[in-house]
Nanobody, 124 residues
């Protein structure tokens, strides 16, 4: 089975930066499409960003476009979410997800594997 281990969450001031990491094991990383999702208290888990199997295509939620960047390093079996210019509304538990598919999805239900989540808290 695929295992995802996340790190990098924490407390950050509004306007600051944070980088989340997700290390993947159990499958050939280059054959997995990846996604980041987040869930704020009392809200549904929502799409943040995706990165395709080949790493050639990315997508972002409108709320984070221009501020967050998803990337992958196949040599390290790791996907990253670089968060710049964070806002209080970015406060949430962030989840890394994977699916053995050429194309990623923005839909939570399409992902087969999930990390444990890492808390990001943005102070105002």
């Amino acid at each position: 089975q695929v295992q995802l281990v996340e790190s990098g969450g924490g407390l950050v001031q509004a306007g600051g930066s944070l980088r989340l990491s997700c290390v993947v094991s159990g499958r050939t990383f280059s054959r997995l499409s990846m996604g980041w999702f987040r869930q704020a208290p009392g809200k549904e888990r929502e799409f943040v960003a995706t990165n395709s199997w080949a790493g050639d295509r990315t997508s972002y939620a409108d709320s984070v476009k221009g501020r967050f960047t998803i990337s992958r390093d196949n040599a390290k079996n790791t996907v990253y979410l670089q968060m710049n210019g964070v806002k209080p509304e970015d406060t949430a538990v962030y989840y890394c997800a994977a699916v053995q598919s050429y194309n990623p999805s923005t839909r939570r239900a399409d992902y087969d594997y999930w990390g444990q989540g890492t808390q990001v808290t943005v102070s105002s």
